[in-house]
């Protein structure tokens, strides 16, 4: 269906990228295959999110507890993000800024050395800013930012009354960014999975009843939709 003329300009997404291995058993493939699924839609939603004015999208695609999974998983998931979410997305083409959100001191050195030369080379790009959550988790993201400060207090290079949230949220991995206006799990789950904990302070959650590897742009239409229903008040009236 047609939308309203920038019914998504500006928006900041948060996205859980959920349900690829349910996706996967329901058919009786390997969960692999639905990891490779999911990808594929990771690709198609950045490009639809580019196309009506997002300003920026952020997509959970392997969080600090995902470790604790079947270690053929892992390496699978991981050969996934080189090919899919690195090697094969033409950013430079969809004018993307792209940032990496997590600690990639874990990865493999070749994913970190792609990860640095993606962000360099498209630091300028003047598109949408496209956020891969990679080893990320929200609390980790916190205690990171509150180590950073402690460190300035105990150089002297700052006092702790001068400690507020905006200083917080300048050493969050989104520094400089817009907050999500709204956070979108597929799937059917009802929780954040320590997802953007900071800057999800007053977002939106919109959850449907869809897995990922099935998710259309169809589906974000009807997301955005939902999200454009709401009021947002922030704590006032």
């Known amino acids: 269906m047609p939308q309203p003329e920038n019914f998504a ?11 690829n291995g349910r996706w996967a058993k329901k058919r009786g493939l390997p969960r692999t295959a639905g990891h490779k699924k999911g990808a594929e839609v990771f690709q198609d939603i950045t490009r ?28 699978a998931i991981m050969k996934l993000f080189g090919e899919y979410l690195i090697k094969a ?3 430079e083409k969809e004018n993307n800024r792209v940032v990496f959100l997590g600690d990639r001191s874990a990865l493999e050195p070749k994913h970190q050395k792609l990860m640095n030369e993606i ?36 150089n002297d290079e700052l006092q702790p009354e001068e400690i507020t949230e905006e200083l917080m949220s300048a ?4 520094c400089g960014q817009k907050d999500p206006d709204f ?6 789950e009802k929780r954040l999975s320590n997802f953007m904990l900071w800057q999800a302070a007053y977002s939106e959650l919109v959850e449907m009843d869809v897995l990922w590897p099935d998710f259309t742009r169809a589906d974000l239409d ?7 229903r709401r009021s947002r008040r922030f704590g006032g009236i």
């Not at 900041?12 to 349900?19: A, L």
């Not at 997509?59 to 998983?73: G, V």
């Not at 930012?145 to 105990?154: D, M, S």
């Not at 009807?222 to 454009?228: D, R, S, T, V």
């Open 89 to 91: 997305f033409d950013y």
């Open 9 to 19: 300009k500006g928006l900041s997404i948060g996205i859980i990228m959920d349900g």
């Open 48 to 75: 639809y999110c580019n196309s009506i004015g997002v300003e920026s999208v952020t997509f959970y695609a392997f969080s600090t507890e995902n470790w604790k999974r079947p270690y053929e998983e892992v390496g």
């Open 171 to 174: 050493h969050m991995y989104t």
């Open 119 to 154: 962000e360099t080379k498209t630091a300028h790009n003047t598109g949408m800013t496209l956020n891969i959550a990679v080893n990320y988790g929200g609390r980790q993201e916190i205690v990171r930012a509150a180590r950073i400060l402690a460190e300035k207090v105990k």
């Open 222 to 228: 009807l997301a955005i939709q939902e999200f454009n």
């Open 183 to 188: 956070i979108l799990r597929p799937s059917g």
